[in-house]
Nanobody, 123 residues
């Protein structure tokens, strides 16, 4: 079982950067693939990125390729989402989630979810 907590969100200007962290307080973190999803007000939840339990492979949504990277440090029970060149359309609540299915872009494949962290990109 995972207990995921996100951090690192905030207000940033367009073109800026943020690094989100997803931390698990348990002992089985390295058994799960981890995904990041985001949801903007009035919009459906959108998959952003995922990474397998070993860290390879990983995958990113087309809308963030070239700007975001995902990585993990199993010794620290942490997955990171580095977000560069942020755009106003990146605004939303970012949540991490755990899956048995390696690296999936489908929300229903994820069993454990964090509460989310808010990212606002605005001048």
């Amino acid at each position: 079982q995972l207990q995921l907590v996100e951090s690192g969100g905030g207000l940033v200007q367009p073109g800026g950067s943020l690094r989100l962290s997803c931390v698990d307080s348990g002992f089985t973190f390295n058994r799960y693939g981890i995904g990041w999803f985001r949801q903007a007000p009035g919009k459906e939840r959108e998959w952003v990125a995922c990474i397998t339990r070993s860290g390879t492979p990983s995958n990113l949504a087309d809308s963030v390729k070239g700007r975001f990277t995902i990585s993990r440090d199993n010794a620290k029970n942490t997955v990171y989402l580095q977000m560069n060149s942020l755009k106003p359309e990146d605004t939303g609540t970012y949540s991490c989630a755990g899956t048995y299915f390696g690296c999936s872009d489908v929300a229903r494949d994820y069993y454990y979810w964090g509460q989310g962290t808010q990212v606002t990109v605005s001048s």
